[in-house]
């Protein structure tokens, strides 16, 4: 069997009287997209504060790439290859696009951050920074506006690309979705699918026809459980699934 890049086992965290995450286990495989889905408040994001690193469990394991890292720091996880999207990056909004993808590209190269106004101008940065611009189709002709003049889409993309410069080995999306109109929200779903076969991806998002497009995989999370995974298929013909979550959400 291939090892799972990221191994949930048992988690637990508890908010006072309230079990946010309730023994929880799931895996993520190389190369997959493995979506978690669930009502408001289900705690999908108090999952992805405990992989990043900003919440400890109460109980259970967390580990990434064979490492046991359920108390490691958030830098740590960064380090071997985890990478956070879309709450995390920071976009310099009078810089241009390129140059916010080149100065992602310095970050991760090692490279002192006090000479950032330089990472514009060389070679060696803006190279790899059309490199990942191409790999997330981000159009040419925008590479040279400024960040304060993109739309909701160009910057989430964007901030795509500066997460794609680190090389992580798997990638959690936080809601990539959230806010784009429709068109933007299919072009990314286009983009995340061409993502496909690099780093492995834990995609939380509302947007069940982004999630059933895309997932190979899909856990359904309510009151901190994982009460059923599978493929959208099995998902879709679940009837626990059905009654807690899918109906009333009309998909
Ligand atoms: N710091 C905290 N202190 C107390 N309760 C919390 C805390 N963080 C989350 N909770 C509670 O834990 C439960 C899970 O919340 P969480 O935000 O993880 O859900 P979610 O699935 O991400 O919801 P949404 O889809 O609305 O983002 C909720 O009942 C929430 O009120």
Do not use: C
Not at 155 to 173: C, I, N, S
Not at 215 to 242: C, F, K, M, S, W
Request: hydrophobic residues 50%; glycine residues 10%.
């Amino acid at each position: 069997m291939v090892e799972p890049i990221l191994k949930v086992s048992g988690l637990v965290k508890r908010f006072g009287g309230l079990t946010a995450t309730d023994n929880l286990s799931l895996d993520v495989r190389p190369g997959e997209i493995h979506a978690l889905i669930g009502p408001n408040g289900a705690g999908k994001s108090t999952l992805i504060g405990q992989l990043v690193g900003e919440i400890t469990p109460d109980a259970g394991s967390v580990m990434f790439l064979g490492h046991d890292v359920t108390r490691a720091s958030v830098p740590a996880r960064v380090k071997l290859g985890l990478g956070r999207s879309f709450q995390i990056v920071q976009l310099l909004d009078e810089e241009t696009a390129l140059a916010n993808v080149a100065l992602a590209v310095q970050a991760h190269a090692g490279h002192s951050f006090r000479f950032w106004r330089r990472a514009d101008a060389d070679e060696r940065l803006l190279a790899p920074a059309r490199a990942l611009l191409d790999q997330v189709d981000f159009p040419p002709a925008r590479r040279a506006a400024r960040v304060a003049d993109m739309s909701a889409g160009e910057r989430k993309v964007l901030e795509l690309a500066m997460v794609l410069a680190g090389g992580p080995r798997l990638l959690l999306l936080d809601e990539p979705m959230a806010g784009l109109g429709a068109g933007e929200s299919i072009r990314m779903t286009d983009t995340l699918r061409a993502l496909k076969g690099g780093p492995a991806m834990l995609l939380v998002e509302h947007d069940m026809e982004a999630v059933f497009a895309l997932a190979d995989r899909i856990t359904v999370l309510v009151y901190g459980r994982a009460i059923a995974t599978g493929t959208a298929e099995e998902i879709r013909a679940n009837p626990a699934v059905q009654e807690a979550y899918l109906a009333e959400e009309g998909a």
